[in-house]
């Protein structure tokens, strides 16, 4: 079973940059999509960006798109978010996912959540 942990959140101030890591540990995550979330106080969790297996492939929620970038290193069993240009609106716990499905898209069959790294991004 894969376990999975989120790191690298913390307080930056707009136009700030963080870069957040998911760590994965259990089974190689090579064969597996994934994706970020995030979910801010009193909101659903909404979806941010997904991987494909091999790094080739990447889609982005329209809100960050331009400004977040998703990328992987299977060799690490590792998945990044590089957040760029952050606004108050970026602040939210972030979640990494596998995904379960082949789709490339913000739905699907996602799972093993991480237990999130809290953003916070001070105007």
């Known amino acids: 079973q894969v376990q999975l942990v989120e790191s690298g959140g913390g307080l930056v101030q707009a136009g700030g940059s963080l870069r957040l890591s998911c760590a994965a540990s259990?089974?190689?995550?090579?064969?597996?999509?994934m994706g970020w979330f995030r979910q801010a106080p009193g909101k659903e969790r909404e979806f941010v960006a997904v991987?494909?297996?091999?790094?080739?492939?990447?889609y982005y929620a329209e809100s960050v798109r331009g400004r977040f970038t998703i990328s992987r290193d299977n060799a690490k069993n590792t998945m990044y978010l590089q957040m760029n240009s952050l606004k108050a609106e970026d602040t939210a716990v972030y979640y990494c996912a596998l995904k379960f499905d082949y789709g490339l898209g913000p739905s699907g069959d996602f799972g093993s959540w991480g237990q999130g790294t809290q953003v916070t991004v001070s105007s």
């Open positions: 991987i494909d297996w091999n790094g080739a492939n990447t």
């Open positions: 259990g089974r190689y995550i090579v064969s597996y999509n």
